[in-house]
């Protein structure tokens, strides 16, 4: 059953796909689960495939951002979010990004986070599961060839950076473990696990203002119309006519620049000490950490939680043990604060601790999104 309200296109058949595979990710299988789980599955469902195999960083953001892509009908990505995350801004990054970001993209999991591939996984009404079926699972929607829409959100740092993300941006707890993590890829998603208890032992405090712009400004106000031909006035920050050249990247109409204080409309959180600020835009933080059960693909919502100092390490767990489950909002910790927004800032006291875009590591700067 489709959800109600989505529109979806097919791939053609015959098929076409690039794959982006980085052999590399995870604990280091995807290119044997390529050849062994999902070419015989495109085979039967008559799509070729282009295999790419990355041999060192950006490899893929430089092919998709600089080949002919008429050759093929959908890029398909097999690692980790971070492979996807060089996808897209490599697409962002081209003269003719806007028909580039029309090519069906997919998502098969071959790293050790794989939440985007968990998040589709969920969307789609199937069992919760990892590794091999989770991989099957993904790789049949490929062969159904079924596509839709999904949100990116635009972020922007204070030293002039701009990101196109599709999972989720962090810092503090959860970027910590995701970062200091890395040393046991080998592990699989065993990593994250082993990182949580690692950094629940050392676990440090982040001092900075949170600021946003609630989904619904008052209560009782219906969010802005998803249809992107309808004028959005909720909170919308009009820019000069005649500012966008042809190929020119879309504004960031919802935020004012770093420097300013963020609009009167938007909520700026009384609390400055933080074990966690999490925005998410995906139901998955990795593939047994349900974050945002309500998110959907293009929802045009960012899921912002944030973690107030003064938990406890034993509360702190609970919520990650009933994060596996979603349930973690059920426990009513005070500490723990979840609002759906439309945009976001986040300006660090000092420059301490690891941010993350799509789970790759990022400089601590003021950023907004």
Same mark, same amino acid.
């Given at each position: ?11 053609? $058949?015959? #098929?076409?796909?690039?794959? @982006? ?34 041999? $060192?960083?950006? +490899? *893929?953001?430089? %092919? ?7 050759? =093929? ?6 690692? &980790?979010?971070?492979? @996807? ?11 003719? =990004? ?7 993209? #997919?998502?098969?999991? &071959?790293?050790?986070?794989? *939440? ?11 069992? +919760? ?15 159904? &060839?079924? +596509? ?6 635009? /972020? ?26 890395? %040393?046991? $890829? =080998?592990?699989?998603? *065993? ?7 690692? #950094? @629940? ?24 119309? $998803? ?38 409309? =938007? ?9 966690? !600020? ?11 950490? /349900? ?16 973690? %107030?100092?003064?938990?406890?390490? !034993?509360?702190?767990?609970? /919520? ?12 009513? #910790?005070?500490? /723990?604060?979840?609002?759906? !927004?439309?945009?976001?800032? @986040?300006?660090?006291? !000092?420059?301490? &601790? ?16």
């Amino acid at each position: 059953v489709l959800p109600l309200g989505d529109s979806y296109g097919v791939l053609p $058949r015959p #098929c076409r796909a690039l794959v @982006l595979l980085n052999p590399q990710s995870g604990s280091g299988r995807a290119l044997d689960d390529f050849q062994a789980v999902v070419q015989p599955m495109l085979a039967e469902a008559d799509m070729a495939t282009t295999v790419f195999v990355t041999e $060192r960083p950006h +490899h *893929a953001h430089e %092919k998709v951002r600089d080949e002919d892509l008429s050759q =093929w009908d959908t890029l398909v990505v097999m690692s &980790g979010d971070g492979l @996807l995350f060089e996808v897209v801004n490599g697409l962002m990054e081209r003269p003719d =990004w806007k028909e580039a970001m029309k090519k069906p993209l #997919c998502i098969l999991p &071959g790293g050790s986070g794989n *939440a985007l591939a968990a998040s589709i996984n969920y969307y789609a009404g199937y069992d +919760h599961v990892a590794k091999k079926k989770l991989l099957t699972n993904c790789t049949f929607i490929l062969c159904k &060839g079924l +596509h839709t829409q999904m949100d990116l959100v635009s /972020l922007s740092t204070a030293s002039g950076k701009r990101f196109f993300s599709f999972l989720g941006f962090g810092w503090g707890f959860i970027s910590d473990v995701d970062i200091d993590s890395e %040393k046991y $890829r =080998w592990l699989g998603s *065993a990593r994250f696990t082993l990182g949580t208890l690692q #950094c @629940l032992a050392k676990l440090r405090v982040y001092q900075g203002r949170l600021s946003y712009l609630p989904l619904a400004p008052e209560q009782g106000t219906p969010p802005a119309p $998803r249809d992107p031909h309808v004028p959005v006035t909720n909170g919308l920050i009009p820019q000069p006519a005649g500012t966008e050249a042809p190929g020119s990247l879309p504004p960031d109409s919802l935020l004012v620049p770093l420097g300013q204080p963020v609009p009167a409309h =938007w909520t700026v959180v009384p609390e400055e000490e933080f074990v966690l !600020v999490y925005a998410i835009y995906q139901s998955h933080l990795g593939t047994n950490l /349900l974050m945002a059960p309500a998110a959907r693909l293009h929802d045009g919502c960012i899921h912002l939680f944030y973690m %107030k100092a003064g938990i406890s390490r !034993v509360t702190l767990l609970k /919520l990650f043990l009933a994060m596996s489950r979603g349930t973690h909002l059920d426990l009513n #910790c005070p500490h /723990l604060c979840y609002v759906p !927004v439309r945009a976001f800032r @986040l300006e660090p006291r !000092v420059a301490a &601790g690891i941010m993350t875009v799509d789970g790759e590591a990022l400089a601590c700067e003021p950023v907004q999104g």
